[in-house]
């Protein structure tokens, strides 16, 4: 368990709380430990406080299809979609693009 990387990062929040890599980065350190609720927290709230960072909208999206949220992730992957045809990011218009096939098109 990485629980110094974590304690790190929520120090680095006390002095930059609005900082959004920072708070990704900690959902993402949730997501290693398997501490679901807590990186679904954060990635929820980056996507209503920082609907312009476009790397929550890949890794929200496979939580919620982790937590059996099919809607959810569907509605994450369109608008990170829409995004990144915005921000003209052609990597991870791709890389959400296959994951919203993946999960319509699972039998």
């Known amino acids: 368990m990485n629980?110094?990387?974590i304690e790190q990062l929520k120090s680095f929040l006390k002095e930059e709380p609005n900082d959004p890599f920072l708070q990704?980065?900690?959902a993402l350190e949730y997501l290693k430990m398997e501490q679901d609720s807590d990186a679904l927290t954060i990635f929820e709230n980056l996507l209503h406080d920082h609907e312009d960072y476009l790397p929550t909208y890949y890794h929200c999206g496979k939580l919620y299809e982790k937590l059996i949220k099919k809607e959810e992730a569907i509605a994450c992957y369109e608008k990170g979609i829409l995004l990144s045809k915005k921000q003209n990011h052609?990597?991870?218009l791709r890389e959400i693009n296959e994951a919203l096939n993946s999960l319509r098109f699972e039998v």
């Open 90 to 92: 052609s990597r991870t």
């Open 3 to 5: 629980t110094d990387r």
């Open 24 to 26: 990704y980065s900690l």
